[in-house]
C-alpha cells in the first residue's frame, strides 16, 4: 500500500473511533460523579447503584438533549 493511502486510512480509524471512545470516557465520568454525589447521601440510593445509573441512564439523556437543543437548522435559518 501506499503510504498516502495508510496515511488516510489511520485518519479515518481516528475518526471514526475517536468520537466513540470520547463518550465512553464522558459517560463513564458522569456515572463517577453520580457516585460521588450519591455517597453524600447514602439514604436515597447506593453510591454503585447511582454510578450505574448515571453511566447508562442519565448520560444517553444528556446526550439526547443535547441533541435536541442543537439540532441542525435548515437553510434558512
Known amino acids: 500500500m501506499k503510504?498516502?493511502?495508510r496515511r488516510s486510512l489511520r485518519r479515518a480509524w481516528r475518526v471514526l473511533t475517536w468520537p466513540v471512545s470520547a463518550h465512553i470516557m464522558f459517560a463513564l465520568g458522569t456515572g463517577?460523579?453520580?457516585?460521588i454525589v450519591a455517597?453524600?447521601?447514602?439514604?436515597?440510593i447506593g453510591p454503585p447503584y447511582a454510578a450505574i445509573l448515571g453511566?447508562?441512564?442519565?448520560?444517553?439523556?444528556?446526550?439526547?438533549?443535547?441533541?435536541?437543543?442543537?439540532?441542525?437548522?435548515?437553510r434558512d435559518r
Open 3 to 5: 503510504t498516502s493511502t
Open 55 to 74: 453511566t447508562l441512564i442519565i448520560y444517553p439523556v444528556m446526550v439526547a438533549a443535547w441533541w435536541h437543543l442543537n439540532a441542525p437548522r435548515g
Open 32 to 35: 463517577l460523579a453520580s457516585g
Open 39 to 44: 455517597s453524600r447521601y447514602p439514604d436515597v
